[in-house]
């Protein structure tokens, strides 16, 4: 069985300029989670995806926007980039919200630097 | 959600048992408590979750005291792969998203 896959694996890009980050989701999953890790903190909740529709949303402005794909696959887009969201990006996939003992799998992550 | 809180940092050797304490103090009736392992630049690895009472698998154990206010998370027999971050969090049942914590920063040294 494949696990969650990201793309791409590191990205730079200017202040001001829009991104989007994938993720393909573990096969039989279908719900999607997205963090932002800064260096030396925790993963911070993003929002989730449920069989496409958002069902969750943490403390970020609406500039960050995601969309998931009936195949579950998902995408989180970053408008209008800022200095501070340079950090590591992580997607995360479960089977109806990982409630099951396996929980969460992440995936590695994108490594956004904004300069 | 519950707040957790754990050690920020602790250091042990190989071949020790390593004891990990999260204190939950506000954990709802439906919390289950999940811990996750992550090393640097990778994502969380899921390692073990339960509700009470304690839970095995091929990698650790967790420890929920009756009233559920803390969790301990058992390492046996480390070695200096485990160096990494651990996070104790709580989750509702019938909630998908999960919330993390500031983690405890293990460090096994030879």
């Known amino acids: 069985e494949t696990g969650v896959t990201q793309s791409p694996t590191h990205l730079i890009k200017t202040r001001g300029q829009q991104v989007t980050l994938r993720c393909s989701s573990q096969?039989?999953?279908?719900?999607v989670s997205w963090y932002q890790q800064a260096l030396g903190q925790g993963p911070q909740f993003i929002f989730q995806y449920y069989r496409e529709e958002e069902n969750g949303r943490g403390n970020f402005p609406p500039r960050f926007s995601g969309l998931q794909f009936p195949n579950y696959s998902s995408e989180l887009n970053v408008n209008a980039l800022e200095l501070d969201d340079s950090a590591l990006y992580l997607c995360a996939s479960s089977l109806d919200g990982g409630l099951a003992n396996y929980g969460y799998t992440f995936g590695s992550g994108t490594r956004l630097t904004v300069v | 959600l519950a707040k957790t809180t754990q050690p920020v940092s602790m250091d042990s050797y190989e071949g020790q048992e390593v004891n990990i304490t999260c204190s939950h103090n506000?954990?709802?009736?439906?919390?289950?408590i999940t811990w996750y392992q992550q090393f640097p630049s990778q994502g969380p690895r899921f390692i073990i979750q339960g509700y009470k009472t304690k839970v095995t698998n091929e990698v650790a154990s967790l420890f929920i005291p009756a009233d559920r206010k803390s969790s301990t998370l058992s390492l046996p027999r480390v070695s200096l792969s485990d160096t990494a971050v651990y996070y104790c969090?709580?989750?509702?049942?019938?909630?998908?998203?999960?919330?993390f914590g500031s983690g405890t920063r293990l460090s096994i040294r030879p």
């Open positions: 506000n954990i709802a009736t439906n919390d289950y």
């Open positions: 096969s039989g999953h279908n719900t």
């Open positions: 969090l709580g989750r509702y049942s019938s909630a998908s998203k999960i919330i």
